[in-house]
């Protein structure tokens, strides 16, 4: 378990990068949204997605499994 102040740092730090990657072109930095990409040979995702995904990551460490609020 991570304590609070450290998920709330965590949480700040990462919606910081959204920021920067949005205002410096992220959308335009894409990326695989899986490891191996089985039904395309083109990415399907891009950074920043990437990092809303982490951010919901974060925001869900101390929660239960059946909890999570994650869209991936």
């Given at each position: 378990?991570?304590?609070?102040?450290?998920?709330?740092?965590?949480?700040?730090?990462?919606?910081?990068?959204?920021?920067?990657?949005?205002?410096?072109?992220?959308?335009?930095?894409?990326?695989?949204?899986?490891?191996?990409?089985?039904?395309?040979?083109?990415?399907?995702?891009?950074?920043?997605?990437?990092?809303?995904?982490?951010?919901n990551i974060i925001n869900n460490i101390n929660?239960?499994?059946?909890?999570?609020?994650?869209?991936?």
């Amino acid at each position: 378990m991570i304590d609070e102040i450290t998920l709330r740092e965590l949480d700040y730090k990462i919606t910081a990068i959204i920021k920067y990657l949005i205002e410096n072109g992220g959308h335009d930095y894409l990326v695989y949204n899986r490891t191996c990409p089985y039904y395309s040979d083109e990415p399907d995702s891009d950074i920043v997605e990437y990092a809303y995904d982490i951010r919901n990551i974060i925001n869900n460490i101390n929660k239960d499994p059946e909890d999570f609020d994650c869209p991936f």
